[in-house]
Structure formats: C-alpha cells, structure tokens
C-alpha cells in the first residue's frame, strides 16, 4: 500500500507563493520520476513539471521562471515552490511518482488526493 498526501494549498494574492509539498509513504523499494499535475474547472489535466530521481527538472512553458520543483529522497517527499502567481494558475495541484513497491516489486504510478491553489485578482 502506498500513499501520496499533499499539502500547502490554499488562497493567495496575485504575484504571491505557495509551496506545495507531496510526501509518499508505505510499502516503497523505489521512487523514480515525480511530478505535479493540475486541472483547472474546465480544462483537462496538465503536466505543470516533473523530476527525475537524480534532479533533472522539466517544466510546462506556463510556469518556467516562476515555479520551482525539487525533492528529497530521504524523506520520500517532492515540492513544488510557486513564485509570481497568477489568477490562471487557479487549479487543483496533484502529485505524481512512479513507485516500485516491496515483495512484488511491482511498479506503478501513484497519485495525491489533490490540493487546491486559488490566486485571487
């Protein structure tokens, strides 16, 4: 069983930040990429940026130069600092990894409940 819980949404100014944090817990033997999804009402779901194990960073063209992604394998956990928010940036955030699990060691994509960022004008 594996778990993936969010937090660090909430309600913030235009040109404000958030940080998001998404820590995993459970039966873990590896955590591979992870990532930070959003949907805002209306829209599909969309890749907002993602990390390798080892560092490396991508990110959607909307947010490069104002967000910021990185993680801490000890602690099994990814963030996600938003800078210079905008009203349009108003979504529900997920988590993302890619877990391989002990004793099957099955490996599958993992997702948050979702936490929700509101950037108010």
């Known amino acids: 069983q594996v778990q993936l819980v969010e937090s660090g949404g909430g309600l913030v100014q235009s040109g404000g930040s958030l940080r998001l944090s998404c820590a995993a817990s459970?039966?873990?033997?590896?955590?591979?990429?992870m990532g930070w999804y959003r949907r805002a009402p209306g829209n599909e779901r969309e890749l907002v940026a993602t990390?390798?194990?080892?560092?490396?960073?991508n990110y959607a063209d909307s947010v490069k130069g104002r967000f910021t992604i990185s993680r801490d394998n000890a602690k099994n956990t990814v963030y996600l600092q938003m800078n210079s928010l905008k009203p349009e940036d108003t979504a529900v955030y997920y988590c993302?990894?890619?877990?391989?699990?002990?004793?099957?060691?099955?490996?599958?994509?993992?997702w948050g409940q979702g936490t929700q960022v509101t950037v108010s004008s």
């Open positions: 990390i390798t194990r080892g560092g490396i960073a």
């Open positions: 993302n990894a890619n877990i391989r699990v002990t004793i099957t060691w099955d490996q599958s994509d993992y």
């Open positions: 459970g039966s873990i033997s590896l955590i591979n990429g």
